[in-house]
């Protein structure tokens, strides 16, 4: 698993930044605005506070780039002198006055996808001669095609995952006689002893919860011969930089399966196998998607297939690109995304496969290695 390199964190964002610059002379951005949001930590390596003090990373097109940050928070933020200059302000000073300042005569302005609308409306109201976009349309495809450092993290972030996972086969963790709630929590407490620094979420449906793919553990307690789904992932950090997302999903069953639930996972686990080796640098998103939903659908369950086979993930647990009909946007090398179909038969119960993978050059990276198999648990 990968430690923290400082020096390949802040070469990987001095990249980063040049790639920014160039997507920014091409549609013609005269500064980027960078506030709430994936995008700030991944360009600066400092994620802001999400509170009403504006934070914000100024990023002209031809001049260095300025970190505004409340003095408070300040101390929080490792300055990498190369990327950036910092500017706290006090509560007694114009921070929006300070951040307009900075972006100067720009004609075009990108900002941030998650700023607060009070922030962005008061820059409006400040920079009147100005058009106004989303940063998305600057950093999102940059960010979708992950870097070397990036993989290390994602693939490192899984193995985490991966630990929580064989427990859960393993049958360490006890499911019989507990609430979905309790499990979801001692799910939770293992992926922190894993080494995330925060639960993004941590699915658990069982028996007749199972087919609802996004179940909110309750106090349902779990039975005998129960399908559970169980969903979880977190942010993972190598010590001292920016988190980067695991996500992996395993079904297993609280005692001997019905003959239904073999047959119905059969098809599941073909479907997220074929959906997998479908990945291919060159390949439409939408393709990845096709090729699993079919194999659904041919076994007769394609009506509870509910959702798409896939969507990408990085510093977000969600993000570019999407594995779903009508995407043909094409893999690149270093597209990381889930694999994770399902299938979901109502008030009844139902299954879910995922694991994440990149695509690359060199063949298809899978982050996830846990058994693909329906394990029964507490027979």
């Given at each position: ?340 179909p399902g299938i979901y038969l109502p008030d009844r119960f139902g299954a879910r ?27």
């Open positions: 698993m990968a430690t923290f390199d400082e020096r390949a964190a802040s070469s990987a964002r001095l990249s980063r930044f040049a790639r920014v610059r160039e997507q920014m002379e091409r549609q013609s951005v005269d500064v980027l605005l960078l506030s709430l949001g994936a995008d700030l930590p991944w360009l600066s390596g400092y994620e802001a506070m999400p509170l009403e003090r504006p934070t914000v990373l100024v990023v002209p097109r031809h001049e260095s780039a300025t970190l505004v940050v409340p003095r408070l928070e300040a101390p929080r933020v490792r300055v990498d002198a190369g990327l950036f200059s910092m500017r706290p302000w006090s509560d007694d000073e114009d921070a929006l006055g300070i951040i307009a300042g900075l972006a100067g005569n720009a004609k075009t302005v990108a900002v941030s996808d998650r700023m607060w609308a009070s922030l962005a409306l008061g820059l409006q109201d400040a920079l009147v001669a100005a058009r106004f976009q989303r940063a998305s349309l600057v950093t999102g495809p940059i960010r979708a095609v992950k870097d070397a450092y990036e993989i290390e993290m994602l693939r490192s972030a899984g193995a985490a995952a991966d630990e929580v996972a064989a427990a859960l086969l393993g049958g360490e963790i006890r499911l019989i006689g507990r609430s979905e709630a309790e499990v979801s929590g001692e799910i939770s407490q293992r992926l922190r002893e894993s080494g995330h620094a925060r639960v993004n979420f941590a699915i658990v449906g069982s028996g007749p919860n199972s087919a609802s793919p996004h179940h909110e553990p309750g106090t349902r307690v779990i039975g005998r011969s129960e399908a559970v789904v169980c969903d979880f992932g977190g942010t993972w950090t190598a010590g001292s930089d920016v988190g980067y997302c695991s996500d992996i999903t395993r079904t297993v069953v609280t005692g001997a399966p019905t003959q239904e639930l073999v047959e119905l996972y059969e098809v599941l686990e073909a479907a997220q196998r074929r959906a997998v080796e479908a990945v291919a640098v060159g390949e439409a998103c939408e393709e990845v998607d096709r090729v699993g939903r079919e194999i659904i659908a041919a076994a007769g369950y394609g009506d509870y297939f509910i959702h798409r086979i896939g969507h990408g993930i990085g510093i977000e647990e969600h993000e570019d690109p999407y594995m779903v009909t009508g995407n043909r946007t094409r893999l690149e090398s270093g597209h990381a995304f889930s694999v994770e496969l995922e694991d994440i993978v990149i695509a690359h050059d060199g063949g298809t990276i899978r982050c996830n290695a846990v058994d693909h198999a329906l394990h029964v648990v507490e027979a």
